[in-house]
């Protein structure tokens, strides 16, 4: 099998496949670093000139630079907290034999179907419109203020509706980890006197730690990127309160027409995103081997 | 301080009866093998005595208190499972000083426990690895280990020695009698293998589909089967049944005459019939020979180390009528 002949031309047969992926990755990934030290603006065609480190200079002046960082930091934070801790249980509840079973994990599953776009619209008008969503209709029938969930607390808002999207994702990853938990582990367990909080704590929640670790790694790199909820619902507002990294670098390409800005701050984004990666990895990676 | 009884107890699974009314008791002390071929509700029934499944109706009892409701860590028994269920994740010693931790023992006294089971049970040089890094007899003896700790009233098997292979199947197999012996704790054993049956029990039960074909030690049931049943699942090779005219000769529906009680000649004797397939064993040769007028089943015949016969051959058998069984039309002895 693995004699030199065939090595080579595994190497020979692989090649295209590799340096096309490498040519996907590498042309624009040089051109945002190339666009990102020049003064390259839409409205000023035919104006472009190297101008060295200032558009990264004023995209990490710019105050919006540091509100849109903490929004990152706490719309993939408290996504993650949401489906990990809400996955857990959804997965617990599911592992255990009812009537239905099969019907009511398949709809589990089912808002990962629905594309972001269309479930922030349908979060932003049916449901948290404080004139006609059902919140607000809610609300009055207790008598209370109906609240305006997209202006009051827009963040918060948008990490729902995003926990909700990947909820089913988390539960699904977990809840099959759970089935393959070995009965007689739990069974040993409870010979050996541990109660139903015990067994999940030092059987289950261990088991676990695998699935709950891609489950992280997973979802960190879809949520850093985290951009349809907020265009069709904040728009980035009020002012830059749910403005989050990759939001930001589209206000500075597309409404203010600075590609070179926008590119500088692709560019932060990678080297953030790669920090996040390391830290991850460093933090919970041992899981993975082992 | 651990005789445990089983008063009309019942179990079924949605409409399937799984185990009719049955009673049982196991004296303090005793080493009790269920066996039985799979599916006969042994594994149920060992379950039931743990708490781990509810009886549907009938009394557990354990030293006389009852327990049919009492749930399983509380009734004071320790199992070891098939798989033998260690915690992955858990190093040796946390998986034996688990059931310990849990049940509040202190540090001092758990660590004394652990250290002196790890001693009986040569994994000093282990406990701090885990239980992935193991061999299966190992991870054997550590199960054991973890059902050692608790110095439990009774100690269940689950079949334990079915994932070994067959040379360490026998050392567990001296090593758990040894334990038997120097705790002397009740000890429930179930299995499906009769030679693990014969050679460790006190008492055997045989269970088809649920009943109790026979309760008894292993040689009051080697020499009085109590149906045909029992009298072909205990002993290896099996027993041979015979049927129709032979069997009426001796005033009965089938006779079974084991292999070992046949005389084997050459040239004169009440049976003949030629030699089959050959089985040597150095010791002895198991002869399978296809007797005349006895049926297609040929019949199976212990000889000493070598016998001059060939594939083909014409043979001679006579029973040792002593040691012939006699069953009637419902294959209960007669």
């Known amino acids: 099998m693995a004699t030199q002949h065939s090595r080579a031309a595994a190497r020979l047969m692989i090649s295209p496949a590799v340096l096309l992926l490498l040519g996907w990755m590498i042309v624009p990934l040089s051109m945002t670093l190339y666009f990102s ?52 249980l959804l997965a617990l509840l599911l592992d255990q034999p009812f009537w239905g079973q099969g019907i009511v994990r398949i709809m589990v599953i089912a808002p990962f179907f629905v594309m972001p776009t269309v479930s922030a619209l349908v979060w932003k008008n049916m449901f948290m419109n404080p004139v006609n969503g059902l919140f607000g209709h809610a609300a009055h029938w207790l008598g209370l203020e109906p609240y305006d969930f997209l202006s009051q607390a827009p963040l918060m808002s948008i990490i729902g509706i995003v926990s909700w999207q990947w909820l089913p994702f988390a539960t699904l990853i977990l809840l099959t980890a759970l089935q393959s938990l070995d009965q007689e582990q739990l069974e040993a367990a409870e010979m050996d006197g541990a109660g139903a909080v015990q067994r999940f704590g030092y059987i289950m929640l ?64 990678i080297i953030l995103a790669n920090i996040v990666a390391i830290f991850l990895m460093r933090m919970i990676g041992k899981n993975l081997d082992a | ?42 594994s149920t029934l060992l379950r039931l005595i743990a708490g781990l499944e509810d009886v549907s109706s009938g009394q557990i009892r354990i030293d006389g208190a009852d327990a049919t409701d009492m749930p399983p860590a509380r009734r004071g028994l ?67 280990g973890r059902a050692i700790v608790r110095e439990p009233q009774a100690f269940l098997f689950d079949e334990p020695l079915s994932n070994l292979d067959a040379a360490l199947r026998v050392n567990m197999r001296l090593e758990i009698m040894e334990l038997h012996k120097s705790l ?89 019939g030629t030699v089959g397939v050959a089985e040597h064993l150095g010791s002895d040769t198991f002869v399978h020979v296809h007797g005349h007028g006895m049926g297609s089943e040929p019949l199976t015949v212990r000889v000493d180390g070598e016998l001059p016969v060939r594939h083909g051959d014409r043979i001679f058998l006579t029973p040792d009528t002593e040691k012939l069984h006699r069953f009637d039309a419902q294959g209960l002895r007669l």
């Open chain 2, 1 to 42: 301080m651990g005789r445990i009884t089983l008063d009309q107890v019942t179990k079924s699974f949605g409409e399937v009866n799984v185990i009719p009314p049955l009673d049982l008791t196991i004296e303090d002390g005793e080493f009790v093998v269920f066996v039985g071929p799979s599916g006969c509700g042994k």
């Open chain 2, 184 to 272: 002397a704790t009740t000890m429930i054993y179930v299995t499906h293998d009769q030679v693990e049956a014969m050679t460790m029990a006190d008492k055997i039960v045989v269970l088809r589909a649920g009943n109790i074909e026979q309760v008894g030690s292993p040689l009051e049931l080697y020499r009085e089967p109590r149906n045909e049943f029992v009298a072909s699942f205990i002993g290896s090779p099996k027993m041979n049944l015979i049927r129709g005219e032979v069997a009426r000769t001796y005033g009965a529906q089938s006779i079974g005459i084991r292999p070992e009680h046949i005389a084997v000649s050459t040239d004169e004797g009440l049976w003949h």
């Open chain 1, 206 to 269: 261990p088991h676990l730690a695998r699935a709950i670790t891609v489950v992280i790694l997973i979802q960190t790199i879809f949520l850093l990127s985290i951009f349809a909820e907020i265009l069709v619902t904040t728009n980035g507002g009020p002012g830059t309160a749910s403005t989050n990294l990759t939001y930001l670098i589209y206000m500075q390409s597309l409404l203010q027409f600075d590609v070179g800005g926008g590119s500088a701050g692709g560019v932060i984004a």
């Open chain 1, 37 to 88: 030290f020049l003064r390259y603006n839409l409205l000023m065609p035919g104006m472009e000139e190297f101008t060295g480190w200032t558009n990264y200079r004023f995209f990490l002046t710019d105050p919006a630079f540091f509100a849109a960082l903490t929004n990152t930091l706490l719309l993939v934070g408290g996504v993650l907290l949401i489906t990990v801790i809400g996955g857990t």
């Open chain 2, 78 to 144: 320790a199992m070891v499972f098939q798989s033998y269920a260690l915690y992955p994740h858990m190093s040796v010693r946390k998986n034996i000083a688990f059931p310990m931790k849990m049940a509040g023992v202190p540090e001092d006294e758990q660590k004394r426990r652990i250290d002196s089971a790890a001693k009986a049970l040569n994994l000093t040089d282990y406990l701090d690895r885990r239980p992935g890094q193991l061999s299966g007899g190992q991870r054997q003896r550590v199960a054991i």
